[in-house]
């Protein structure tokens, strides 16, 4: 026994001896948070709206999936109070009725404050509350709904404003912070790290992913890295319940100023455009274009008389620069037209048939969204032929008229007739024109038949598909020759 203990006292020694050390440093490298948020929380608002009373029945707002039987029912009830249904004539002229709650922060010292357009959209009166409790009733100087940024102006002076930081130097893994009104409750601080850059939930923002606790009330409110600079907005959540699931989107601040002095100078904003429908391009579709990596943005219709038509752009370019900037993903390309000016002279450099060209196109400026046309089907209302035979690819197909040449406004292809076996897998339908197969324009039946007839089964190749007023390359695999 006495051989045993000093042994024992030993092996505890050695196990507990660097502990304290480990600790140390290990408490050294976890964030402190109280210093940025007092020097910040100062610059952050509550801002809640109100509509005016209009005749109908008041019904509850709350978060999706609370209902009478949820246990945090009362709860949510304080800070989600009835709305007052809209009567049949304009604005309300009567009581206030709460409307919903939001964060925003202070960008300037003479009162504004940006926030989201979803908080203050549709609002009647907007109110901005500081943490020193002064409120002031706010005036919306403009919103952009694509952005889902809006800017504020209230009248006082020598505020506490934010600083806007870069969120271009933003790295995936580093800590931030979100200050705002979770269910009304101001000042509310969460802090978790980026999870990911360049998320596309939307046409013209690469959002932020963090996983932040976000939720209904933080909307509008700052995200700040460890320097107590702004880098994001925070405008979204992922949730099937209403609440935070560990998922959340900001808006980039870039993006958002960008947005903010537009709407400050002018009061509204400004995008160009160059009239291109795009989709995504795949590797199975760049590979048998020879295109040295899936990278771009695949042109599918042109606008008739638009700027790309005017400047020589064709559907099935694959537009791999604008203006020197590279295309990485078919997302790149409206943000980077988009912040473009409108009037301005761009060259685009696409991919066409195997080689790089440049094309100089005039941008025209973003009008009000208009309602998709309706595809007819390239085959439109011309009678199909009876079918002819199928050929490995499983389609049979048959020349255009001349004059349904000219009324698609296309120089070549053929109409499918019928599909069947690797085209019906690869998704072709009778009335789709097949314009051309691995870069080769497609002249006429028998042209495209012996093409097809040459291929290699063994790989994958590329058909340019025209349906409606939309074109899209689809890979399509051969099949295989039959056993003996």
């Keep these: 026994m006495k051989r045993v203990l000093p042994m024992v006292a030993l092996a505890l020694a050695l196990l507990a001896g660097p502990a304290p050390q480990y600790v140390a440093a290990q408490s050294r490298e ?47 009830r304080r800070f989600f109070p009835p709305r007052q249904q809209p009567g049949p004539r304009g604005r309300g002229n009567g009581e206030e009725v709460p409307r919903g709650v939001g964060s925003g922060f202070i960008v300037s010292g003479d009162g504004f404050v940006l926030t989201n357009h979803h908080v203050v959209d549709g609002a009647d009166e907007i109110y901005v509350t500081l943490t020193d409790k002064r409120e002031f009733k706010g005036r919306l100087i403009g919103s952009d709904r694509r952005t889902d940024v809006a800017l504020v102006k209230i009248e006082a002076g020598n505020l506490p404003k934010l600083t806007i930081g870069d969120s271009r130097r933003i790295r995936v893994g580093e800590w931030v912070v979100a200050i705002g009104s979770p269910f009304g409750l101001e000042n509310t601080v969460t802090a978790g790290i980026v999870s990911a850059k360049g998320r596309d939930t939307g046409d013209y923002l690469p959002f932020i992913q963090t996983d932040v606790a976000v939720n209904p009330g933080n909307s509008g409110g700052p995200l700040l890295n460890m320097r107590g600079e702004v880098i994001g907005i925070n405008s979204q959540i992922y949730s099937r319940t209403g609440g935070f699931m560990g998922i959340s989107f900001a808006i980039p601040i870039d993006e958002a100023m960008r947005v903010a002095d537009q709407i400050k100078a002018t009061g ?148 499918v007739d019928s599909v069947d076996g690797a085209g019906a897998r690869a998704g072709l339908r009778p009335g789709d024109v097949v314009m051309s197969l691995n870069n080769q324009d497609v002249t006429s039946t028998r042209q495209f038949n012996e093409l097809v007839a040459r291929l290699d089964r063994s790989k994958t190749h590329v058909l340019l598909v025209r349906r409606g007023d939309s074109a899209s390359f689809v890979p399509i695999r051969p099949a295989p020759p039959a056993s003996r």
Excluded at 38 to 57: D, H, L, M
Excluded at 63 to 76: A, L, Q, R, V
Excluded at 282 to 304: F, H, I, N, Q, Y
């Design 30 to 76: 976890l964030p402190d948070f109280a210093d940025l948020v007092e020097k910040a929380g100062p610059g952050v608002v509550n801002i809640r709206t109100v509509e005016r009373s209009r005749q109908g029945q008041a019904t509850p707002q709350l978060p999706e999936g609370i209902d009478e039987n949820d246990p945090f029912y009362e709860f949510f």
């Design 268 to 415: 509204r904003v400004v995008r160009g455009r160059i009239g291109v429908g795009i989709a995504e391009v795949t590797k199975d579709v760049a590979e048998p274009l020879g295109l040295p990596a899936a990278t771009g943005a695949l042109v599918r219709s042109v606008e008739s008389g638009g700027p790309a038509d005017r400047g020589g752009v064709e559907a099935g370019d694959i537009i791999l620069r604008f203006n020197g900037q590279q295309i990485e993903k078919a997302s790149d390309l409206p943000r980077i037209v988009g912040a473009t000016r409108p009037g301005s002279a761009a060259t685009l450099q696409v991919w066409r048939k195997g080689a790089t060209r440049d094309l100089q196109v005039t941008i025209a400026e973003m009008q009000a969204e208009r309602s998709p046309r309706a595809n007819r089907g390239p085959g439109g209302d011309a009678p199909i032929p009876a079918p002819a035979a199928a050929n490995v690819l499983g389609l049979a197909v048959s020349d255009i008229p001349d004059d349904r040449k000219a009324q698609l406004k296309i120089k070549n292809g053929v109409v």
